[in-house]
């Protein structure tokens, strides 16, 4: 027997745009956390 | 350079192996949005069994009805199944108050003879929701976690896709008030559940469906035999190997969240650990033809799913042959204990910042709470020790500033003494952060044993718990089930 659907489509989408853009933020948080190390090989390398 | 030699700097190097494997853990993190599952979800709603074990839960387990009970679900495609283990306590009483107020929704199934462990409970339930066609899917829970309205829904949707199996959630740490403890627990979960189960969704392979979190499809219960293992400590990683194990999919769905009580104890969180960690080991040894051999049918025999397990597992063992390499290469070469010391603490301080900053950015609400503890999690003397690598001239100018401050000039003195003790300090924050689990119940142990943990670290803590493991899993050590207390400190606003 298939699982019950009742929740409107549109509210599920919103759900997983929402999922998908906070994926997609966390690439970004990748790339910042990447910088603040490159920033400490930067200052290691310049004689700190 | 003779080879013994290069032999010594390699070990020390490879005390450097498990931030290194955990910073490409993190890196992926990064790369989860390419791998998300959502195109193959849909808004579902399978008949859902709740299974609860429950052993003297009396303090929590009102309350996690009560939660089920407001679950954005329809109410007629939920029933929640406490299973009461022999309980001695008001367990039984308050489960039939929830049994009454919720008609047709909970049941209480007890058990008169219990103690005989989580599987064997659980056990017990799905014998009595298999007895008959209702069910389409189970969800597995411990008695003191609480969901966010939303998390069933969310795992739910996962079950559309018909090659999923099995789907976990994000577990939080949840007491409020909570102290110092839970705070290092509620920033190990960000990089334990929240970072490294996504970073497992991209290589296709969950090490464990949390044991208060499991929703299984029916299909999958029947396919594992209709049964949970119950020789082992780890069985809710039995069940997730086993489910992978037979070409099926596991998925983490993070924003479906749960919120645990965790131990709030150095002595409570020892002995859960303790059982996981053996569990862990039971596993490994359990599934000894799995690692490392790349299978076209799951994804756990991959080189990257190997290196996430084993650099957990076997950490311990690199912090130790690290410290005695240094320890051994500074009585034959100074310099290149030097050189190896300097070159492994700038790999651990550039993983550690990576690592540290990222966690608090994937979470940022829980980080506001835990920031304190993320920085300290390797132990105030390693963070030093790292500020020491990355910025040697600055913090040689601040130390001795500080000696001549103190009058303590004649100090500068003893730099051989220094360079030695943070060679061995690799190993003996182990010590030191386990003196905090022996004084925790001593004469001002409520002092001491905080102090102790953050000058040697919770990440050193747990380390020290899988020593211990190794040890008890090397006797063959009693290894019956040891249930964690839970008290009710679960606040759903945290």
Redesign the interface.
Known sequence: MMPRESRPPSSFDDEVRSAVSYEKGLAVKALIALAIVAVLIAGRLLGF | MSDFKWVLVALVMAGAGPLVVASYQ??L?????RR?H?SK???????TAILIPAWNEAAVIGASVDRLMRLEY?RD?LRVFVIDDASTDETPLVIQAKAAQYPGAVFQLRRDVGGQGKAQTLNHGLERILADGWM??VLIMDADVIYEPDSL??M??H??DPQVAAVTAYIKEGSRPGNYLTRFIGYEYITAQAAAR?SQNVIGAIACLAGGAQLHSRANIEALGGRIETGSLAEDTVTTFKTQLRGARVVFE??AVVLAEEPGEIRALWKQRLRWARGNLQVTRQFWRVWFRPHSGHRLGSVSFGLFWFSLLLQPIFMITASASLVTLYFIDQSLAWHAFHALW?TN??AY??IT??SL??DPRTGRHVWREAILFPGLISVVIMLAA?????LRFLAYHALDYLGASALRGYGAEVELFTYIWLAASMGVAYLGKLAENRFLGRFTSPLLIYIGGYGPLLCAVTCAAYVKELRRADASWDKTEKTGKVAISA
């Open positions: 993190f890196l993190v990064g790369w989860h949005f998300l959502y979800c849909a808004p579902i709603f399978p008949r329809p495609c389409q899917a829904r969310l739910t949707r079950l559309a996504r993070p924003h700038i301080v550039l910042v990576f900053a990222y950015m994937i990355i910025a040697p001239a600055p």
